[in-house]
C-alpha cells in the first residue's frame, strides 16, 4: 500500500467511482463499455448467451444477451464474473519447456520443434500408439475436429479421448445402446412443457443453475428429485426421493414395474418402435415396491406415487447428471432410464424426453466430431462403409483410419503406468486434481518419457509435471461454435487478443501439422477455424448431427441452431439397424467398495455452484472465490455427535488409498447418516486422492461417486495438505 493511499488521500477512484452507463445506469465505471462482443458462455453445458464489455480494447465486463433463447437475459455467478478469467494471474503466457529440472521459457519454434522430435522417437521407438492424448470439452468443435485429424491421421495413434469420458461417456454409451447413437433427443423447453419432471442424480441448482428458472416458470409440473444428498435442487421438489447411493437402477425398475401393473404402458408405441418389451416386461417382475423399498430405502408409497405421477403424465421428462453418469453402471442406468421412456412413449414429443444434462460447454460438440467413441458425424470405427464415407470426404485412403476405438482415458493411464504410453498430450485439463485415485495417475506420470501440457493456465497441478507447457488462448480470445446439452450449435467469438504469447488451440494444431509435413493433405487450404467449420459441414451432412445448412452469420443472428431441430426421433425412428428402439434388462448391484470395518462411511462427491472444475478458471476469479475459498465436509449430525466433531472443526477423510487432512466440517442434515460429502473442486484438499480405480465396463466412466472411507478430527491445526505433498 503507497504513502497516499495510507493516508488516506488516494480513494482508489478510478477502480470505484460510479459512471452512467446509456443502458444500465450508474455502475463502477471501470465497468463501462465502449463495445459489446457477442458469444456464449464457456464454462457449461447450458449455452447461455453472453457479451463481453470491452473498454479500449480491455474485457471489463459481462452481461446476458438479454434475448438468448436459452438464458433469457440471465446469467449465474460463474458466468457474471467470466470476463476475469482472461485477465487471471495465472495465465499461461510464454512456451516452457523443461531444461535441467526447470520449467524454462522458450521460443514457439523450438517448443513445437521438441514436441515433434521427442514424440517422433518415443514413436520410432515404441510404436505409434505408445502417444497417448487428452483432450477436453472446452475446445471449440472446430479446434476438436481439427485435434481428431492431426491426432489420428498425422500422429498415427487411435489413443484419444478426452476429460469429458469423466464425465458425459455414461450417456453417450446409454443412449448408443438404447436408440443405436448418441444425442439427447429433448430440448429446454420441454422442461416448459412437461407436466412431470424426474431429476435423477442432478442437482442443476448448483451445476446448470439457469435451467432452474425453466423449473421456477412451469408452475404446473410435479419435480420429483431422487438424489442421496438434500441438494438445493431437491429442496425445490415438489416430492424428494432419498434413495441410497447407487439404487437408482432399483428405483426406475420398480417404476416401470408400477407401470406395467397399472396398465400404464404405450402398447401401441412399444409395438411399432421398439423391440425387448417382452423379455423386459419378465425381467422386471421381480421389483416390486417392496423389494424396491429394501434396496432404495424410499416408502413403497413413496415409489407407487412417483411411478403413478410418471405414467399418468401427458408429457413425463426425465433429466441426469453426474449422479447416474459417474458409476460402475452408469450405462446401464442410463439405458434404464431409456426403458421408462420408450414404454411410456414418453420421447419425441414436447415435454417428454430422457435427457441427459451435459457438463462441459462443448462436450457435445467433442461427441459429435468424434475421434474417439465413434468417428466424425456419430460414425462407427467398425463400419466398412463409415470409413470409406470418411475417407472419400478426406481424399485419403480407407486404410488410414483406424477399425476401432483407442484406449479410453482411464485405459491411457493404465498404459502409461504399464509404459506401454511413453508420451502424453494433455490439452485443457487438470487430471491431478479431476482423475480418480492419484496415486496411479502419479505414477502414470513418472512412467512418462515427456508429458506435453497445453493450457491457457500456468501454473496449475498438471502443468508443473509437464516437460512442455504450451500457452493456450481461452474463452474471449478465440472463435468457433460449441454444442449445449440441446443440440444448440452457438458461435463463440474472439473479444480480445491473448495475452502474452499465448495462441489459440487451433493454430497450434496446425502449426503442428505443418511440421509433421501433414497440413496439405489433411488441413488443405486452412487459415482459420471457418475453414474447418466448412469441411466439418460436409463431413457431418446425411448424419444425425447435420450441420451442412448453417452459417456462422446465421448461426449468431438466430442465437445458435439446433441441429435435429428441437426434438430428435419424432417419427419414432432410430438409427439402429431395425430402426428400433431396445429395451434393456439392468440388474441393480452394489457399488464396488462397500462401507464397513474401518471404513465406515459412504464418500460422495460433487460440486458447488461458485466453482468450476478443478478451479484452474475460478479459482483465480476473487468474488468466486471468495465466496467458496475453501473445500469442506458435510456429515450428518448423528455421525458427528457420534464422533464428538463439532462444526468447523477439521478433519482428516482416509480411504484405503490416502488421506486428505485438514477439512472444514460441516455439520448437516443434507446429508445422511453413514455418508458424507466432499466437493471435487479444490487441489488443496483432493477428494480424488481417496476415490477409487474403479470404471464402467461400457463407457469407462470412472465411479467418483461412491467408495468408503473413515473421519478422524486432525490432531493439530494445520494447513490443509497440498496436492504433491
Ligand atoms: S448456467 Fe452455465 S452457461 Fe449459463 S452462465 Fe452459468 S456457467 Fe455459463
Known amino acids: 500500500m503507497n504513502l497516499r493511499r495510507l493516508a488516506g488521500l488516494d480513494i482508489l477512484s478510478e477502480q470505484y467511482s460510479y459512471g452512467h452507463d446509456p443502458k444500465f445506469g450508474y455502475v463502477a465505471s471501470s465497468k463501462i463499455a465502449d463495445r459489446w462482443v457477442r458469444t456464449t458462455c464457456g464454462y457449461c453445458s447450458v449455452g447461455c448467451g453472453i457479451q463481453i464489455g470491452l473498454r479500449k480494447n480491455r474485457a471489463v465486463t459481462v452481461r446476458a444477451n438479454p434475448d438468448h433463447a436459452v438464458n433469457f437475459g440471465k446469467l449465474c455467478p460463474k458466468g457474471l464474473s467470466e470476463h476475469y478469467t482472461m485477465t487471471a494471474k495465472n495465465r499461461a503466457l510464454y512456451p516452457l519447456l523443461r531444461k535441467n529440472g526447470r520449467l524454462t521459457r522458450v521460443t514457439w519454434n523450438e517448443a513445437l520443434g521438441t514436441m515433434v522430435e521427442r514424440i517422433g522417437d518415443v514413436q520410432a521407438r515404441n510404436g505409434r500408439e505408445s502417444f497417448g492424448v487428452l483432450s477436453t470439452g472446452q475446445l471449440v468443435t472446430e479446434e476438436f475436429y481439427a485435434l481428431g485429424k492431426l491426432v489420428q491421421l498425422g500422429f498415427g495413434t487411435k489413443n484419444f479421448d478426452g476429460n469429458t469420458t469423466l464425465c458425459m461417456a455414461s ?53 420429483i428429485v431422487a438424489d442421496p444428498r438434500v441438494t438445493k435442487t431437491a429442496m425445490m421438489a415438489d416430492i ?15 417404476i416401470a414395474y408400477v407401470l406395467i401393473r397399472e396398465g400404464l404402458v404405450r402398447r401401441d ?6 423391440t425387448g418389451f417382452d423379455d423386459f416386461a419378465r425381467f422386471v417382475e421381480k421389483f416390486t415396491p417392496e423389494h424396491v ?20 403424465a401427458n408429457a413425463a421428462f426425465v433429466g441426469w447428471t453426474m449422479g447416474v453418469n459417474h458409476s460402475t453402471q452408469g450405462a446401464e442406468t442410463v439405458s434404464a432410464i431409456c426403458n421408462l421412456a420408450l414404454m411410456t412413449g414418453n420421447i419425441g414429443r414436447a415435454g417428454a424426453a430422457p435427457f441427459s444434462i451435459t457438463g462441459q460447454c462443448n462436450a457435445m460438440g467433442t461427441r459429435e466430431a468424434g475421434f474417439t467413441s465413434s468417428l466424425p458425424g456419430y460414425r462407427k470405427f467398425d463400419r466398412a462403409d463409415d470409413r470409406e464415407e470418411l475417407a472419400t470426404i478426406w481424399g485419403i485412403d480407407a486404410s488410414r483410419i483406424p477399425t476401432s476405438r483407442g484406449l479410453a482415458y482411464p485405459d491411457i493411464i493404465e498404459a502409461a503406468v504399464a509404459k506401454k504410453i511413453r508420451a502424453l498430450w494433455i490439452i485443457a485439463t487438470n487430471p491431478v486434481v479431476s482423475f480418480p485415485n492419484f496415486d496411479v495417475l502419479k505414477q502414470a506420470f513418472e512412467n512418462l518419457e515427456f508429458l506435453v501440457v497445453q493450457d491457457g493456465f500456468h501454473p496449475t497441478p498438471t502443468t508443473e509435471l509437464a516437460g512442455l507447457v504450451l500457452p493456450a488462448a481461452i474463452w474471449g480470445e478465440k472463435e468457433g461454435t460449441y454444442t449445449n446439452s440441446e443440440r444448440r450449435v452457438s458461435k463463440v ?21 505443418e511440421r509433421l509435413g501433414v497440413r496439405d493433405e489433411l488441413f488443405p487450404n486452412w487459415n482459420q477455424p471457418r475453414d474447418a467449420f466448412e469441411e466439418w459441414k460436409r463431413v457431418s451432412k446425411g448424419r444425425l448431427c447435420d450441420y451442412s445448412s448453417m452459417e456462422y452469420e446465421v448461426i449468431e443472428r438466430e442465437g445458435g441452431i439446433q441441429w435435429g431441430g428441437s426434438r430428435l426421433y419424432e417419427d419414432g425412428r432410430f438409427p439402429t439397424e431395425d430402426g428400433r428402439a431396445k429395451f434393456f434388462a439392468v440388474e441393480c448391484e452394489p457399488f464396488p467398495e462397500q462401507p464397513g470395518g474401518e471404513y465406515p462411511f459412504i464418500f460422495n462427491t460433487g460440486r458447488t455452484v461458485e466453482h468450476w472444475h478443478t478451479r484452474t478458471k475460478t479459482g483465480r476469479v476473487a468474488i468466486l472465490e471468495s465466496m467458496s475459498p475453501r473445500a469442506w465436509l458435510e456429515m450428518n449430525p448423528k455421525d458427528a455427535s457420534r464422533l464428538s466433531l463439532k462444526p468447523h472443526d477439521r478433519v482428516t477423510v482416509i480411504s484405503p488409498r490416502s488421506r486428505v487432512d485438514g477439512v472444514e466440517l460441516r455439520v448437516t442434515e443434507i446429508v445422511a447418516p453413514g455418508q458424507v460429502f466432499m466437493p471435487f473442486h479444490y487441489a488443496e484438499a483432493n477428494s480424488n486422492r481417496l476415490t477409487q480405480s474403479a470404471f464402467d465396463p461400457i463407457s469407462r466412466e470412472p465411479n467418483f461417486k ?20
Open 706 to 725: 461412491q467408495c468408503a472411507v473413515r473421519v478422524e478430527k486432525t490432531p493439530l491445526p494445520r494447513k490443509a495438505v497440498s496436492w504433491n505433498s
Open 171 to 223: 450417456a453417450v454409451s446409454g443412449y448408443k445402446r438404447s436408440f443405436g447413437s448418441d444425442g439427447p433427443p429433448g430440448c429446454y423447453e420441454d422442461l416448459d412443457k412437461a407436466d412431470v419432471i424426474l431429476l435423477i442424480g442432478a442437482n442443476i441448482a448448483d451445476n446448470h443453475p439457469i435451467l432452474c428458472q425453466r423449473l421456477e416458470r412451469n408452475r404446473e409440473a410435479a419435480l
Open 293 to 312: 423399498a429394501r434396496v432404495t430405502g424410499l416408502e413403497e408409497e413413496l415409489i407407487c406415487r412417483t411411478a403413478l405421477l410418471y405414467g399418468r
Open 240 to 254: 424428494y426421493l432419498p434413495v441410497k447411493p447407487r439404487s437408482d437402477i432399483a428405483l426406475l425398475n420398480g
Open 269 to 274: 408405441y412399444i409395438e411399432q418402435h421398439t
Open 493 to 513: 467469438n474472439r473479444a480480445v487478443e491473448p495475452p502474452g504469447e499465448a495462441k489459440p488451440d487451433f493454430d497450434i494444431f496446425l502449426d503442428l501439422a
